[in-house]
């Protein structure tokens, strides 16, 4: 069975820095793309990030240049390294992989951003 666990949120001004982590298990972690969401009340669900099986990665432009994913397939784990928090960050924070056709998800970890 899939099974993704986000950990790492909390609360922390603007300004400030949170590293998110999501542990991957029963998949082949090494070829598969990861994925980072956010959901914040009320509002859509977007992408803020993505890392493929070989490393490249994208960015929404809101994240550009203050988050970065990174992947540590020994540790079958993917990190969301977010800096220059804004309140506008504040959401819950979800990653995702597609394996075998189907998407899962993690349970979500709650960042908020203080102004």
């Known amino acids: 069975q899939v099974q993704l666990v986000e950990s790492g949120g909390g609360l922390v001004q603007a300004g400030g820095s949170l590293r998110l982590s999501c542990a991957a298990s029963?998949?082949?972690?090494?070829?598969?793309?990861m994925d980072w969401y956010r959901q914040a009340p009320g509002k859509q669900r977007e992408l803020v990030a993505t890392?493929?099986?070989?490393?490249?990665?994208n960015y929404a432009d809101s994240v550009k240049g203050r988050f970065t994913i990174s992947r540590d397939n020994a540790k079958n784990t993917v990190y969301l390294q977010m800096n220059n928090l804004k309140p506008e960050d504040t959401a819950v924070y979800y990653c995702?992989?597609?394996?075998?056709?189907?998407?899962?998800w993690g349970q979500g970890t709650q960042v908020t951003v203080s102004s």
């Open positions: 995702r992989t597609t394996w075998w056709g189907r998407d899962y």
């Open positions: 890392i493929t099986s070989r490393g490249s990665t």
């Open positions: 029963g998949i082949i972690f090494n070829i598969v793309a």
